[in-house]
């Protein structure tokens, strides 16, 4: 019989797992066709991975390719397998992990940007204020009357969060946005 050393590590448990949470930003290229959207939804809804904003644009008009930027949280396995999984779809031509990109770079994140429709409606004081507010964020009146106004605001999604929290008490009353746009740092494409 032979003896076992009981303290020996196993080769199974030399890889260090983690089962933290993170937010990632997935770009993938892809055909630009009918039903390449609902493949890729399909995919995270099948499976129930959360979608935490999307967005997709037609980026290269003579190859007919489109860009879908997608942020979503998982832990490292998860966003391992959901990027394994996309990039065995059919009309998918490439899936990168723009935020592996970014820490490989030793940066925090990609360039990120968002933008958002804000509608708030008000008269005086509170007027006032959000449109002193507006001015701190760097967001634009695109539309106003006497009793309401558009803000246009880009930034991160940090960003558009906090504005929209400061002006629900203001007279918030529509936000639309777009979803995250989102860029690797330095000089390489996709």
């Known amino acids: 019989m032979n003896a076992q050393n009981v303290d020996a590590p196993s080769a199974y448990f030399l890889a260090e797992v983690s089962n933290e949470i993170e937010t990632h930003t997935l770009s993938l290229l892809v055909d630009n066709e009918p039903g390449v959207l609902a493949r890729v939804i399909g995919l995270f809804s099948g499976r129930g991975y959360n979608i935490d904003s999307l967005t997709v644009s037609e980026t290269e008009h003579e190859k007919h390719l489109s860009r879908i930027t997608i942020v979503t949280t998982g832990t490292p396995m998860i966003i391992e397998q959901i990027r394994h999984q996309l990039d065995r779809l059919v009309?998918?031509?490439?899936?990168?992990?723009?935020?592996?990109?970014?820490?490989?770079?030793?940066?925090?994140?990609?360039?990120?940007?968002?933008?958002?429709?804000?509608?708030?409606?008000?008269?005086?004081?509170?007027?006032?204020?959000?449109?002193?507010?507006?001015?701190?964020?760097?967001?634009?009146?695109?539309?106003?009357?006497?009793?309401?106004?558009?803000?246009?605001?880009?930034?991160?999604?940090?960003?558009?969060?906090?504005?929209?929290?400061?002006?629900?008490?203001?007279?918030?009353?529509?936000?639309?946005?777009?979803?995250?746009?989102?860029?690797?740092?330095?000089?390489?494409?996709?």
């Open 91 to 190: 009309p998918v031509h490439r899936v990168t992990d723009l935020t592996v990109r970014a820490r490989r770079a030793n940066q925090d994140k990609p360039l990120e940007r968002e933008l958002a429709l804000v509608k708030v409606v008000g008269d005086g004081d509170k007027r006032l204020e959000a449109l002193r507010l507006g001015d701190a964020f760097r967001a634009t009146v695109i539309d106003a009357t006497t009793d309401h106004f558009v803000f246009e605001i880009t930034g991160r999604t940090s960003k558009i969060e906090q504005f929209i929290a400061i002006m629900k008490p203001l007279g918030l009353v529509e936000v639309s946005r777009t979803g995250v746009a989102a860029v690797q740092r330095g000089p390489e494409g996709l």
